[in-house]
């Protein structure tokens, strides 16, 4: 089977590279495994939130500060900036509203309470423009009894710290009885299943209008709208005051949404969406990649002008650590890890753990090296690149879809 | 508190197995106690050990007297901690590089400590344990069982409250107030509010572990002990269900045991100084030399996922009369100090090992009451501990938590009040655990923080290591202790206490894990900024 861009790994980066090059009309197609990072999404995209331990007012300014291994410092601020709108807009297209820009960061509530910077939010989340102070004088922040993968106590106290009065008031549907019975079945994704139905949504807005007596604004949590957000707007316009999502422990229903409607407009634009398959072998001839085996189409090659590798980190399995070393499973490409496992890691959990900004090593194109040369028909994009740590710097996302969409422009 | 005058028969300090088992028997005799801890109850060795309930088997050749000592403890504690123990029985392998010559001897020795040992087929030990070493050529089955030393420990500060004693965890012993070469009392602090305060009692019983040598210097005291250090490693399932061990003499790394959803491989030996065994880390080579010999006892360790290392500080002692340290005793050492050092109503219990702790009770105690001319049976051997005072219930038809709740609490499951649906909803998904029983040990079972709650209700301590059951426990404790804000760096103080263990071993799934964790607290959460938030108001 041929395609003249074959794409391995399902998630952001890839989806987002696979809609771009789709669009123009290339015949596309994506091996993806199945889960993937946006399920532990927060509501929010982070182009850049955090540079040398402060908060990033404007991640574009602030590309100039990053070191020359950051993925951006290959693109450049200019094009970053260029390629964040269209990032916004692919969004769009797909069917996700969002707020924000690339030139000013806003405030996502995280579950704990406190604030992060955020680049692109989706359209009814919960967000601020400071990062000390939120939009409400008093709130009131909704329990759905039983529902324990919301550390509620734990919000209010955060959100009552920036100077907010806060309630929390409890709702005990009927709709729900059932799934509050089962010992496990309180969770994110099954509560959106549920939400799904108009009536239930319903029961849920006159309970939430029986119960937030005089706040400004009443905060639930986001699990609704698993396939897009209508039943988000259904229930806005039945509460009869303002009302945002804040997000849960995963599974993040919000980020099932994005996977889901990125992946059903890139099948719309006729990609192949390769699922529950994984990539198992990587044929190369000198520089370049000439085909791909999967464990389920092991008898049948799958080939590409241009292959990208989208494999993701540790968690996803696009890196692989053993006793001894760092090494990228599939192809074998060149890391950046040092070959001394004490050296991954330290003690001190929230600090920046070395391993967080290990990956492949690319020329300034996001061509992989393997054996010191680049293979030139390859691209590596995503978590899978090195030389940033997401959880500190707060630019996972940000690195998914712009690195995404720079190789995306390359391809000819 | 029981004890309102703040005077007392007796003072135990350390909340270990030993100062546990030694408050009650004392309370059981009818004397008035207190027990005192600095952090949480098996925050020491207790809880940094394989959970292995020795047979006596592997002490046998070397130290009968030891040995014999185990075989009678473990049936004890088979009959008075049925809750604690799961009879798992064990294996001596023999591999070809091993003599089997030693088996003889071994075998005999056992017989001769009263210790039963059946020499069984290899081909047969593999069936009984199918994760064996495939290439063993002798096998010896034991009674060796696993035992929760978390659970023993609780069952025995709980039975002693009910005999009428006091307990403190959280409180340190900083000085001992002396009068006229007599320990009269001792000075505590509160280890959250700073606040010391002074308890009294004739009788002060050391049971403080390793430790126990600081305690005794605070009388100007020297006790000549050697801590030794002891790293293991906990693998992400139970690969056996029974313990294997080396049929040689005892070495580094011979012993893996099943313990509930786990397994564990230990131990190393290695003396440190004093000074470090607040603070034990497992190194790069103990890791190496556990997995290396790890995967001679069971092959497929080498491709399970390791959960995390942990290390704890054995307290041997030197004989007095041998002050170099060479012949240390593994064996149970009671130190009268107004006979050896005329320092009065002060006593040291240490050394032993957890198999024996009820014996060292039992030894301390008798001292303790010949000091108070009190005249009271022993009967912590036939008196079963609260939660084994029947058989275990032949469950299986309950919920899944219910089911695990009774495994860890026994009959004291039945106080586990499950009155609405969310008293029922999962917490642990790992291990089992309900809103109902954080509720129940919160209440219950002093549990002051996150970590305390884990060791009571094994929270977190499953496959997952915590990956969203800390944060909904940490919520529930937030809730049910009224602290939210303390609940919540509970919840970071967790996560770095875990990530301490997994450090050791972080490549493979544990590193996997380990950035799935730091994405789900560090950057969906910002846990981290919550945490530095509380700090800044500090």
Sequence with gaps: MKFDTLIVGGGLSGLTCGIALAKRGKRVAIVAGGQNTLHFYGGSMELLGNVNGKDVDNPIEAIAQLNENHPYSKIGADSVAELAKKAKALLADVGIQTIGDATHN???????????????????????????QLPWNKVSLVY????????????????????????????????????????????PTNLAKIFASTSAVAQLAQAINNSCGDADAVLIPAVLGIDNDDVCNMLKAQVNKPLFFLATLPPAVTGVRINAALRHYFQMLGGRYILGDTACKVVTNGDTV?????????????????????????????????????????????????????????????????????????????????DGKTLTNAFAIGQILGGHNPVVMGDGTGVSMITALAVANQIK | ??????????????????????????????????????????????????????SGARYAVTDKESATECIEENMILRKIASHCVEETDGLFITLPEDDLGYQKTFVEACRAAG???????????????????????????????????????????????????DSLNYHEVTELIISQNRVVGVKARDMYTGEVKEFYADVTINA????????????????????AKGALLIFGHRVNKMVINRCRKPANADILVPDDTVCVIGTTSDRVPIETVDDMRVTDEEVRVLLAEGEKLAPSLATTRILRGYAGVRPLVAADNDPSGRSISRGIVCLDHEERDGMAGFITIVGGKMMTYRLMA???????????????????????????????????????AINAAEGRHG?????????????????????????????????????????????????????????????RAASLLGRFSGNIAKAQCDLAQFLDERWKGVKPVAWGSALREAQLTATIYQGLCGLDKAIARKEDEK
């Design chain 1, 106 to 132: 806003h405030y996502r509530i995280t579950p704990m309470g406190t604030t992060k910077p955020a680049w692109l939010t989706i359209d009814g989340m919960a967000t601020s423009d400071k990062a000390d």
């Design chain 1, 144 to 187: 759905l009894e039983g529902f324990i993968d919301y550390p509620i106590d734990f919000a209010a106290n955060g959100i009552r710290q920036m100077g907010v009065q806060v309630e929390t008031p409890t709702i005990s549907l009927d709709c729900l009885k059932r799934a509050r019975r089962s010992a496990t079945e309180m969770r």
């Design chain 1, 290 to 370: 000439t085909e791909i085996r999967t464990t389920k189409l092991l008898d049948m090659p799958l080939q590409a002008d241009n292959y990208v590798i989208a494999t993701g980190s540790f968690m996803s399995r696009g890196l692989v650590a053993d006793f001894e070393h760092v090494y990228e499973p599939l192809i074998g490409l060149d890391t950046n890890a040092p070959d001394d496992h004490e050296k991954w890691s330290q003690y001190g959990m929230m600090g920046d753990q070395p391993y967080m900004s290990y990956g492949v090593m690319t020329d300034g194109n996001f061509h992989p090296l393997k």
């Design chain 2, 1 to 54: 508190m029981n004890n309102k005058n703040n005077h007392y028969d007796v003072i135990v300090i350390g909340g270990g197995i030993t100062g546990a088992g030694v408050a009650r028997d004392c309370a059981m005799r009818g004397l008035s106690v207190l027990l005192l801890e600095r952090f949480d109850y098996t925050n020491g060795a207790t809880g940094r050990n394989h959970g292995l309930m020795h």
């Design chain 2, 115 to 165: 210790i039963r040992a059946d020499i069984i087929d290899p081909a047969e030990a593999r069936i009984m344990e199918p994760s064996v070493n495939p290439d063993l050529i002798g096998a010896v089955r034991v009674p060796d069982a696993s035992i929760d030393p978390f659970r023993l420990t609780v069952a025995n500060v709980v039975d002693a409250q009910l005999h009428g004693a």
């Design chain 2, 208 to 227: 403080a572990g390793i430790w126990g040598m600081l305690i005794a210097r605070l009388a100007g005291i020297t006790i000549n002990m050697f801590p």
């Design chain 2, 362 to 400: 039992q030894i301390a105690t008798d001292m303790a009451c010949s000091k108070l001319g009190k005249n009271a049976v022993c009967e912590t051997a036939t008196t079963p501990l609260p939660g084994s005072e029947q058989q275990k219930p032949a469950s299986g038809k309950q919920a899944f």
């Design chain 2, 411 to 471: 009959t004291f499951a039945s106080k586990i009040k499950y009155e609405s649906d969310t008293d029922r909803a999962m917490v642990c998904e790992c291990e089992g655990v309900s809103v109902a029983e954080i509720r129940y040990a919160v209440e219950n079972q002093h549990v002051p923080n996150l970590v305390s709650l884990r060791r009571r209700t094994r929270v977190g301590m499953g496959t997952c290591q915590g990956k969203l059951c800390a944060c």
